[in-house]
């Protein structure tokens, strides 16, 4: 076994499988630059590496998975540097994101507790994606004044029946037996099981579909399928104001509770999440989702919002914040035509492999 353990990151080889553990407890496992070019570095390796057949990635110890990206990196660039730094974040952990989408050799995502924001763009890019009793999904970006990024865009707008602008609205939690109802895990195991299925993959990485069958069991009903209904009809329009207007009409109790969720998000960010899953369902590329996705990204990352959803909701933890604009009717066409609208062709976004030269 080769063990090369980063800062945040270890980075191994077990048997025919490259191994990559994230190991940030404090901070849930969320991933950091130095953790994205590391995961990148290793991922290349070994693409060309005969002897690695599979990919796991899991994280090192304590609780979670990856409960997302780097939120201070991002609000100190937002007020300090014009989002120049966060940009750059922002493009490399995207190009890590498209990297495992289209990487040639089995990928397995352990999603082995909390899997938000930047865990979901590093597990649902993958080949299995195993989900336990302790998952908690969630693309909980709309309450910071960003979007579901990190192909969020692609994912959501896929799913069945709305739920994917739903879970982008409101950033809904999923559990492990919800997230396989909804096709974003492939697999439910027992979190005791996921130690003896990583070293039956690293002995056996051409056996991975039969050694996750073989140790998956048969998950719990997912209780969001009792509410399908409801978010089918309620979420139907790509209309911020339709979705508010048919939950007010409703009158039950599930939703007054979504109404209330929806009013404790900056108005911007819902219309803008709404917009990238109706533009991300017509492409047939996830490069262009990415693309696309990043001019958003460089565009509300220096809007007013995220930067005061942050301080409101975890920086001074007031629950307080200040939009702009601070009502639905305020976020014009015009304002959201400017957030998707082309960058110059030398700020583009732009896979891995074209930046490289390849």
């Not at 498209?98 to 938000?116: C, E, L, R, S, V």
């Not at 990024?149 to 982008?168: C, F, I, T």
Request: net charge negative.
């Amino acid at each position: 076994m080769m063990t090369t353990p980063e800062d945040d990151l270890h980075i191994r080889e077990q048997g025919r499988t490259g191994r990559l553990s994230l190991d940030r407890p404090k901070a849930l496992h969320a991933l950091t630059l130095d953790m994205c070019h590391d995961m990148s570095a290793a991922l290349t390796r070994w693409r060309e590496d005969d002897a690695i057949g599979a990919v796991i990635i899991d994280h090192y110890d304590g609780r979670g998975f990856c409960a997302g990206g780097d939120i201070n990196l991002l609000r100190n660039s937002a007020l300090n540097d014009g989002g120049i730094s966060g940009r750059q974040f922002f493009h490399d952990e995207y190009q890590l994101n498209h990297q495992i989408f289209t990487y040639p050799k089995p990928i397995i995502a352990f999603m082995d507790g909390i899997t938000m924001g930047g865990g979901v763009g590093i597990s649902q890019p993958v080949r299995y994606r195993v989900a336990t009793q302790a998952t908690r999904f969630a693309m909980p970006e709309t309450g910071i004044g960003l979007f579901p990024d990190v192909g969020g865009g692609w994912y959501l707008s896929r799913l069945e029946n709305r739920l994917g602008q739903y879970l982008a609205v409101t950033g809904a939690r999923l559990d492990g037996s919800e997230c396989v109802w909804a096709g974003l895990a492939t697999h439910y195991m027992a979190a005791d099981r996921l130690a003896i299925a990583k070293q039956r993959i690293a002995q056996h990485p051409d056996r991975v579909a039969s050694i996750l069958a073989e140790l998956s069991t048969t998950p719990p009903e997912a209780r969001i399928a009792a509410h399908a209904d409801y978010i089918g009809r309620h979420f139907a329009s790509d209309r911020y104001e339709d979705i508010l207007a048919s939950l007010q009409q409703d009158g039950s109790d599930w939703a007054f509770a979504q109404l209330a969720t929806l009013e404790s998000k900056s108005p911007q960010t819902c219309k803008v999440a709404l917009r990238q899953l109706a533009n991300s369902a017509t492409l047939d590329d996830f490069a262009e989702n990415m693309a696309m996705e990043y001019r958003i990204a460089s565009r509300v990352l220096t809007l007013p919002d995220f930067a005061e959803d942050v301080r409101a909701a975890i920086v001074e933890k007031t629950g307080d914040p200040q939009w702009n604009p601070a009502t639905s009717e305020g976020v014009t066409d015009e304002l959201l035509d400017s957030i998707f609208a082309p960058l110059p062709d030398d700020e583009e976004w732009k896979p891995l492999a074209e930046t490289q030269g390849d």
